[in-house]
């Protein structure tokens, strides 16, 4: 077996381990309480559905030396989609990405939106997975240069985050104390990469670590969905091993296509923009094009080659998602605290441009290009490069269902795209629970007779206190409203489910998926040992 073959292997061992082969409707639920709706297993209601999308870009603008320009207006840029003019419809200038009044030592918590205001967040992340121990120990070393050049309340709420073998977890959640973020640095020890070291000869470790890889970067678009502005994910380290398509198998090709697919429409969807630095100081060097001239050319070249062009098509590779993202992938470099310093600074400083694209095709798996213009000559414009066009029904084939699941079951952040809460729901019956979702956070669609549906997979894993999988029940299932029900923050679809409980749960993690949008939220009840 080739390391790409493996691919296949391992998400399929991943699946069998979970048991998620099929989805089954739930039990009707009765509920005292009235909430805004109730889970059914009724078959869905017909819908009528009226979609218009929007397209948010974060735009940075720089001048010929690199630093920000702020004080432009919506006539200053034109926006095109695979050279067609769009017409903009909602612009925001930098000065509007601000936090709230009074947030000086606020405790930011992204399962409370509103603490964040509209304000840009940073999200540092340490790879040491894909990184060998010298450079890790050196990117270390760098992220503490960085912070501590910075002011001692930061501008914008700031996460430091580990992903290393077999771990990804959290060092310090969103905060504006650097003094916290250094702490915390300072009692992290660095972590050695025994699947990189170890990859030289059979190549699985890199099947492994691109999958985690990717399932790090959904838990973070996740976990950060519902804070209303722009995150700047600083992705220290070197990144996932580039693959070349020709060389898998088509149905092992297509499956990794699909999944790196996904995962770049829920980074776009969230709003996460990826700068991603190297501290491999060997690394080949990537030139940056600050230069209005070089851009020109570049763009030129880009739309002669690349037109409808899906990025990932040449080459799975880590390097695109950058500018996928609106960010940059910046290699070969030795201060690697100042490049950090300037992503956070270029992540800071944007417009927010939306338009309704003029095409209205739906084609599976086609990229859309992108292209905003900066009519005042002499700057360079950085946004994303375009994003793809995938029918809301992929989101739940059987491929992306399992890979969500997976992911949030073994997660170790809270995912909090919709904002759930569980509870016990008779205790003279364990093992029996309700689960809340937030209606605001559901996606309903409205149908001819009046009512709304909103469609979810629930997952409820029991897990033993080394997190390993002892149990789960996996249940589709449609929450109902009336036309009039409110469904306002506050309000809740409530949703019954029970689960067996062998000995060894010491926890239960509750994950609800959104059929519509993919976004999912967990929660988490501990169990007592003899229970």
Known sequence: ???????????????????????????????????????????????????????????????????????????????????????????????????????????????????????????????????????????????????????????QPTTLMVVADNRFHVLQNFTRDRAALLKALHDQSVHYAWKLEGDKSIGYGAVERLDQSLSALEQIAQATARIPGRKNLVWVGQGFQSLDPSELATKDSDLVSDTIQHVTNVLLDTRVTLYAVDPTTSAAGMVEIIDPTQLEFAQAAGDSFTRNADPFSGQLDFDRLGPVTGGRIMRGMNDIDKQI??????????????????????????????????LRPGLTVTTRNGYYTTPPASQNSTGTLIYDLNTAALSSLPL?????????????????YTVHVDASTLTWQNAPDGMRSAKVALLVVGLSSKDKILTHTLRSMTALAKAEANLQPGKTADFAISTTLPKGVTRLRFVVRESETGHMGTADIPLSPQE
């Open 341 to 374: 310093s300037i992503s956070v600074d270029l992540g800071t400083k944007f417009y927010t441009i939306g338009y309704s694209p003029s095409s209205s095709s739906n084609a599976q798996r086609q990229y859309r290009n992108i292209r905003v213009v900066c």
């Open 1 to 155: 077996m080739n390391k790409f073959s493996a691919w296949l292997v391992l998400r399929r061992v991943t699946f069998v381990l979970l048991g998620l082969s099929s989805v089954q409707f739930a039990h009707p639920q009765q509920s005292t309480q009235a909430p805004a709706a109730t889970a059914t297993q009724k078959p869905p209601v017909p819908t009528l559905n009226v979609t218009s999308r929007l397209v948010l870009l974060d735009v940075v603008v720089t001048d010929k030396s690199g630093n920000p320009v702020t004080n432009l207006t919506q006539d200053d840029f034109a926006v095109y989609e695979d050279k067609a003019p769009q017409r903009v419809v909602s612009f925001e200038p930098p000065s509007l990405h601000t936090l709230p009044a009074g947030s000086d030592t606020a405790q930011f918590n992204p399962d409370d939106p509103k603490s964040f205001g509209q304000s840009p967040v940073t999200i540092l992340v340490l790879d040491e997975l894909n990184t060998h121990f010298e450079d890790s120990s050196f990117a270390v070393q760098s992220v503490r240069q960085y912070l501590e050049s910075r002011p001692a309340l930061l501008a």
């Open 416 to 432: 909090t795209a919709l904002k759930i809460t569980a509870e016990p729901a008779n205790p003279a019956s364990p093992g029996t």
